[in-house]
């Protein structure tokens, strides 16, 4: 294999590797920095309040415990529910039927 195709092989499997680790990434990971609970602990936390498949999650600013918070859609058959986790002291801020108009 020549010089050129080794190095479109290798930068194509690490763009996919690196892709792979996308389905993992959060919107608001920006914010993480200021969270003393991490997002795995958070996921525990919010699968044991409402069992299911987490659907979508955000780190994020919002009124309510410290003002940081992660959001979790968890869906459990046909119905969703939104689980929020204070992100600074793991307390449950939420946990409400995810209606037709999630933001």
Excluded: C, W
Excluded at 10 to 30: K, N
Excluded at 62 to 86: A, P, Q, T
Aim: aromatic fraction near 6%; proline fraction near 1%; charged fraction near 20%.
């Amino acid at each position: 294999m020549s010089v050129s195709k080794r190095m479109v092989v290798g930068v194509l499997g690490g763009v996919l590797f690196l892709s792979a680790f996308g389905a993992y990434a959060f919107t608001g990971q920006q914010l993480a920095g200021e969270a003393k609970i991490s997002i795995e602990q958070a996921r525990v936390t919010a699968l044991r309040v409402y069992p299911g498949k987490i659907t979508d999650q955000e780190l994020e600013k919002e009124k309510g415990g410290s003002g940081l918070r992660y959001s979790f859609v968890i869906r459990n058959g046909h119905v969703s529910h939104e689980v929020g986790i204070d992100a600074r002291t793991g307390a449950i801020l939420e946990n409400s039927l995810e209606g037709d108009h999630a933001d």
